[in-house]
């Protein structure tokens, strides 16, 4: 069971209280690996006894962590933050219930759900931390060697939302972004499946003809290099169009590493088509057209 099933499994079951002592744990951990019961306490303005009890309430649930050294502390866990996170949305009448897992990745766990007027979303929770601290670092710069998972999936959820939403607002084929708390992105919804799946895609030319169109406006108009495009995140929707998702990583042109990045978007995106339904194009062609270069793609 992942953290956000077990997130969504209690959420019914929690008081005002208990988020409320939630929300006093987060901001707690900005000075504490484990927030003192006493400052918990001090914060809640309620009496001893109940904060007590809410704490050994909310460790049971599996919402939070406790550590018993000098001190009783308290820390949250993914699906303690998912839970302030999934209150969040509900009370900002984002969305009202939750439906199927879509997908797991290394970094993050998509669900779709509705919202109070029924419309179905995705709902992406950030992850960060399946892969190694090092690894993680790597590949994305903007993280902070001394922040906790938790923030790190924050940041990571910020920043793709924005970039989504820069895209999304200059015509790139991507899921609405339509809110972002925490580490979690509320997003239109992503039907159909991954380039990678499949076998026949009938008219593969036109496919790739308007992949590399979305790169181009991603490029010209919304100035930004996805920095991570694969088969892997381009989705193939019921109606044959496609959906560019999973921007954490976008940066903008004016990047140190902006041309190499693009390339690597490039020759990702064309050795899948080359291999798997020998559609050729030259690498330079495709870079030609996508900064604007050349007006059309000979193929």
Known sequence: MSSADVAVKVYEDLASEDFRVLSIIEAGMAHHEFVPTEQIHKFSKVPIDRIIYTLGKLNKLGLIYQTKGAYVGHTLNYSGYDCLSIHALVKGNVMASFGNILGVGKEADVYDALTPQERRIAIKFHRIGRISFRQTRRKRGYIKEHSTWLYQSHLAAEKEYQAMRKAFENGVSVPEPL??????????????????????????????????????????????IHADLSEYNIILQPDGHILIIDWPQAIKIDHKNARELLERDLKNVLNFFNRKFKVNLAIEEAYKYVVGEAKRLPI
């Open 179 to 224: 809110t972002q708390n925490r580490h979690v992105i509320a997003m239109g919804m992503i039907e159909g499946g991954e380039l990678s799946k499949y076998r026949d895609i009938g008219k593969e030319e036109k496919v790739l003809r308007e992949i590399l169109r979305n790169i181009k406006k991603t490029y010209l108009k919304a100035g930004l």
